[in-house]
């Protein structure tokens, strides 16, 4: 049976990744495509997957929509290129071509044109980040500015005296106008189960006991962590740490932290029609984390994400504020990243924060499991690296053909056929010998 459930988990995960990838690649593709189409440049062949096609149909225009056999990338053919990657030209065709005809070749349209449909993929990555980011934060609202209660998260204790729709004045005789406020309370608390909060309720001011301001509960799990791998789900509340009471989520991060690695038993409590409680032991695991001034620091995590007591009540999120967030997102992924990449490079932080495709599907799959809005989310997270990776000035990728075109624009002519081919062969080997490597983190990296 243990064999059985894991072939299923494996095929669940290659499905995942595969509807995912599938996504991202298309839209990639279809920013070729459209833009190239604008610029006046013919396409032949628009693919979803490599290799042998399943089905294929031709438009009007004369391009053939295809979906492939192996499903891991795809590509647009222009008419005029010698192979999928628009790599060279096909000479022979291409001499049988008129100049207008020439013109709807990739290799024979103006210079603005080629460098515009190349740009154009991860361009229309980044879009699609950027509407999907947009959309959750439509959907989800945005917090009021005065700390008010939605509603209080499900602990083993109840939820005390607080109601929806208090607004929290102050807790244990701190005043609290705002969530910069309770964000900076939240560790100076009393480490106990029940906390004194005074609110305003139906235009009253009253004392009331509630639970602790930001509990040792799960808000939020991360795939491949310490706490993933023992089986915690986000709504799992930590009760107690090797036999002991605990309250604060402040706490489990000191244990945590404390411990260094060293197996800890935890107390959980899960939510449910029956309420169950169970012990999990597991090991936080050295994780390299973005530092809040800048660069990374190593620390010892289980993978688990806390929040308030309650959900704050919220707004409809105006257009502007989703749009200049969700850019602020998309931004946030892309200077990481740059930053991981130095860090690595430097020797600062493990190379094993570089992952290839095992890590990436089974992080599909752990986000698919979390919920649909959840693998949306990875969607929008994983077309944001497509779309920054093939800007990298590789030959073979995006970046290494926008290369050689600001080479042309310097030059006045692209650079020969020979350098071209080396360059393009030095390109790939460098693209397959980071996949390697990033695979090969996978299978061996802790």
Not at 74 to 103: C, H, I, P, Q
Request: hydrophobic share 50%.
């Amino acid at each position: 049976m243990e064999i059985l459930a894991g072939f299923g988990t494996a095929i669940y995960t290659v499905v995942v990744f595969i509807i995912a990838l599938s996504i991202i690649v298309t839209v990639h593709e279809y920013g070729h495509y459209i833009v190239g189409r604008w610029s006046g440049i013919k396409a032949e062949v628009f693919s979803l997957g490599f290799g042998p096609k399943l089905f294929s149909r031709v438009d009007k225009r004369g391009t053939r929509w295809q979906v492939a056999a192996f499903p891991l990338g795809g590509y647009v053919k222009f008419l005029g290129d010698a192979n999928a990657a628009s790599a060279g030209a096909d000479t022979e065709a291409m001499a049988e071509l008129s100049a207008e005809e020439r013109r709807h070749t990739m290799h024979g349209a103006p210079l603005w044109a080629r460098a515009a449909t190349v740009a154009a993929g991860p361009v229309f990555n980044f879009i699609l980040s950027i509407a999907v980011f947009a959309g959750l934060m439509m959907w989800t609202g945005t917090a009021v500015d005065a700390p008010t209660v939605g509603r209080v998260v499900a602990l083993p204790g109840g939820a005390g005296e607080l109601r929806q729709g208090d607004l929290i004045l102050g807790v244990e005789g701190h005043d609290t106008p705002d969530y910069a406020a309770l964000n900076a309370l939240v560790e100076d608390l009393p480490s106990t189960e029940w906390l004194s909060y005074r609110v305003l309720r139906d235009g009253a001011e009253a004392t009331v006991d509630g639970p602790q301001l930001y509990p040792a509960r799960l808000a939020a799990v991360t795939p491949q962590s310490a706490a993933y791998a023992a089986g915690l789900e986000a709504g799992d509340v930590i009760t107690t740490i090797d036999g002991a009471p605990i309250w604060r989520f402040a706490d489990l991060q000191a244990k945590v932290k404390a411990a260094e690695g060293s197996p800890l038993t935890l107390g959980i409590w899960r939510e449910g029609a029956d309420p169950e409680a169970f012990d999990v032991t597991l090991e936080a695991r050295r994780t390299d984390t973005p530092a809040p001034e800048g660069g990374f620091e190593t620390r010892w995590l289980i993978g688990a994400v806390g929040s308030f007591v309650f959900a704050p009540e919220t707004r409809m999120t105006t257009p502007w504020e989703a749009v200049s967030g969700a850019a602020g997102q998309v931004w946030g992924i892309v200077t990481t990243s740059v930053s991981a990449f130095k860090h690595m490079i430097l020797g600062n932080i493990s190379t094993c924060n570089l992952h290839g495709a095992i890590g990436i599907a089974e992080n599909s799959a752990a986000a698919a499991k979390s919920g649909i809005p959840d693998f949306i989310w990875f969607i929008a997270v994983l077309s944001t690296a497509v779309g920054f990776l093939n800007l990298f000035p590789i030959p073979v990728l995006d970046g290494g053909h926008l290369m050689f075109h600001l080479w042309e624009g310097i030059a006045g002519k692209p650079p020969s056929d020979k350098v071209m081919n080396l360059l393009m062969a030095l390109g790939l080997s460098l693209v397959l010998t980071l996949m390697l490597f990033g695979l090969s983190n996978d299978i061996f990296c802790p």
